[in-house]
């Protein structure tokens, strides 16, 4: 199995489950699990991950009401400065103009909408070893994909 | 058609499934978020968690059918639990084993099917999660491995019923 570990964030346990025993027994990759936005970020202030697939939560009610994207600066901060940016996929129920711009600010590499297939993400999480190899990483692919 | 032949652990195997107390017993929830999450996942009609007792099929959990069980003399699940990997039959009308099967030529229409047998811990195979489709497709090998993937959660929710069954009284 290669040693890439992947911070899986997605609230679905069947959906998380599955995504995360399949690319293990593919030997793909390991996929660290995380239910809640909050738990992701204890799991990143304790170890590196080489790719992260983050279901973003809405936080807020009303003209308040925005997406969560903390865990994503924080994962932006631990980037080696100068260096090919970490691969993240972002799984979203639709995708606002807000939105995708402020992904493209902090260089998602895919936007996943709903329904979210498992095969979906397991393709998404082999793209992400694929593009370790000479890839600058300062621009990301046209990352819109459902 | 061609009927299955009967393993040759069927005595064991029938044991172990009505050990398990769970033929004839409710929906559940946590079988039926499976089946569901599967007919999602590789966007077909009908998903199945079947049983095979000694003469019928029994579903534990169905999505597109309301069909609870079928004789075992047409099962194509019974020639899935011959083998210990996923069975796959992309078209069952190219299949001489299926073709004039009913489940294949009557009302469920099976075209293709796929069937990832339940073995348990022993080695024993209860029964199948089967994806049907009307139409004759194939898996690749990463839709393999999630099929794969549903059935062992499957098989850890039978082993979950098994050790409730042997628990002793508080």
Redesign the interface.
């Known amino acids: 199995m290669p040693d890439m570990h992947i911070l899986l964030v997605e609230p679905e346990a069947?959906?998380r489950?599955?995504v995360s025993?399949?690319a293990r027994?593919?030997g793909m990759s390991q996929v660290h699990e995380a239910a809640t936005t909050g738990v992701a970020m204890r799991m990143v202030r304790q170890r590196r991950f080489n790719g992260a697939v983050i279901a973003v939560e809405c936080v807020g009610s009303g003209t308040e009401r925005r997406y969560d994207l903390s865990l994503i600066d924080e994962l932006r901060a631990a980037d080696a400065p100068g260096g090919r940016p970490m691969p993240i996929a972002i799984l979203a129920d639709q995708a606002t103009p807000t939105l995708l711009a402020e992904l493209r600010d902090r260089r998602i590499s895919r936007v996943i909408l709903k329904?979210f297939?498992?095969?979906v993400l397991?393709?998404t999480i082999a793209g992400f070893g694929g593009g370790s190899k000479g890839s600058g990483g300062d621009t990301p692919p046209n990352p819109f994909k459902s | 058609m061609q009927v299955a032949p009967t393993p040759d652990n069927e005595a064991e195997r029938l044991t172990a499934l009505h050990a398990l107390l769970i033929l004839d017993t409710p929906p559940e929830q946590r079988f039926d978020?499976?089946v569901q999450?599967a007919a999602?996942?590789f966007d077909v009609p009908v998903v199945l968690i079947t049983l095979l007792d000694a003469e019928r099929q029994w579903f534990k959990a169905r999505v597109g059918t309301d069909v609870c069980e079928t004789g075992r003399d047409i099962s194509l699940c019974s020639h899935a639990i011959l083998q210990p990997g996923i069975m796959v039959v992309p078209d069952t009308l190219e299949d001489p084993r299926f073709a004039d099967n009913p489940l294949v030529t009557g009302d469920l229409k099976v075209r293709f099917y796929a069937g990832a047998p339940l073995a348990m811990a022993s080695g024993l195979r209860l029964g199948t999660l089967c994806l049907i489709d009307h139409r004759p497709r194939t898996l690749d090998?990463?839709?393999l491995?999630?099929l794969?993937?549903?059935r062992?959660?499957v098989v850890m929710e039978l082993n979950q019923q098994s050790a409730v069954d042997e628990a002793p009284d508080a």
Do not use: N, Q, V, W
């Open positions: 069947l959906l489950r599955t025993m399949t027994s593919l329904p297939r498992a095969k397991l393709e | 978020k499976i999450f999602t996942e090998a990463m839709e491995g999630i794969g993937t549903l062992d959660l």
